[in-house]
Each structure stands twice: as C-alpha cells, then as structure tokens.
C-alpha cells in the first residue's frame, strides 16, 4: 500500500508560481514509480510529469520549461514547482504512483492522492 497526500494548490494569478507537495508513506516506497497529473471537470485527465529511473524527469510538452518536479527521499515528499502560471494550468492536480512503470505511463496507476486545486486567473 502507497499513501499519497498533496498540499500547496491554491489561487494565483498568470504568470505567477505555485509549489505543490505530496508525501508519500508505505511500506516499500524505493520500488515505486511516481509522477504528477492534472484534470479539468470534463476533460481527460493529464500526465504533467513522471520521474524516471535514471534521475531524469519526463514533463508533458504543456508544461516543460516551466515546472520542476523533485523528490525529497529524506522526507519521502515529492515537490511539483510551477512557475509563469497559465490560466490553462488551473486544474485538480494528483500525485500517483505505482510499481508498474507502464501504467504510470499510460495513466492508470494504482495509488491516487485525494488531489490539491489550482486556480490560475487571468
């Protein structure tokens, strides 16, 4: 079992910068995958970033250029900075992981947090 619990979404305007968090606990955390996504009412939801073995991360080509996703393995807590905020970034945004890599990639990964809301205004 994975618990995933995200904090720091919240109101901003365009071009401004938000960091969301998300703590992970269970108990074999160092063989899982995990990555970030995003959902607008209505619309499919989104794989904005994914950590990949090697160290690197995948970011969504929406996204890349402007977010930097980290994971602190200290405090088990995964960081997903945002910056030059977009009104398209408002969405629910998720942490997820799974020991599968590929249905991280495909974006059915077993473990959800409860997700944080991002407001960007224009």
């Known amino acids: 079992q994975v618990q995933l619990m995200e904090s720091g979404g919240g109101s901003e305007q365009a071009g401004g910068s938000l960091r969301l968090s998300c703590l992970a606990s269970?108990?074999?955390?160092?063989?899982?995958?995990f990555g970030w996504f995003r959902q607008v009412p209505g619309k499919e939801r989104e794989g904005v970033a994914r950590?990949?073995?090697?160290?690197?991360?995948w970011y969504a080509e929406s996204v890349e250029g402007r977010i930097t996703s980290s994971v602190d393995t200290a405090k088990n807590t995964l960081y997903h900075q945002m910056d030059s905020l977009k009104p398209e970034d408002s969405a629910m945004y998720y942490c997820?992981?799974?020991?599968?890599?590929?249905?991280?990639?495909?974006?059915?990964?077993?473990?959800w947090g409860q997700g944080t809301q991002v407001t960007v205004s224009s």
């Open positions: 997820a992981a799974d020991r599968q890599w590929w249905l991280l990639v495909q974006g059915h990964p077993q473990y």
């Open positions: 269970g108990k074999t955390l160092g063989d899982t995958y």
């Open positions: 950590f990949l073995d090697n160290g690197d991360t």
